[in-house]
């Protein structure tokens, strides 16, 4: 199934980005499960819990002043998964993209977030320039 906007889950995890920090947590407990997680390869470890993954979001807000994230393509969903590849620009010129791949919970909301960041991988049988 693709989606042509954000899923309802998605959309308050990507608000808690831009909205006044005070209003990260709110976000945060309508986007994920209780227990939900968050990981990346650049994280040391998962981010545990809606007080953590808030900490987290506020600490990382400051690298992303000034830019606007938009999705580079649609979101699909198999199931209970969610995907998409996003991108954050700053001045017209990309900063920073990747890919995020979403487990929903029974409820909807997010149960683990893994967010790759960096240019997606080819294609099977694509070479990538280096």
Known sequence: MRYCCAHPAVAAYEVAWTDPPERIAEHVARAFAPDGVFVSPWLGRPVV????????????????????????????????????????????????????????????????????????PPSVGEERDS
């Open 49 to 120: 819990g809606h007080e953590a993954i808030s900490e987290h979001i506020a600490a990382s807000r400051g690298r992303l002043a000034g830019t606007t994230v938009r999705h580079t393509s649609v979101m699909e969903r198999v199931g209970n998964v969610l995907s998409w590849t996003w991108a954050f620009a700053a001045d017209g010129q990309t900063v920073a993209s990747g890919m995020d791949v979403v487990v929903l919970a029974e409820d909807e909301r997010i149960a683990l977030l893994a967010a790759f960041d960096g240019p997606t």
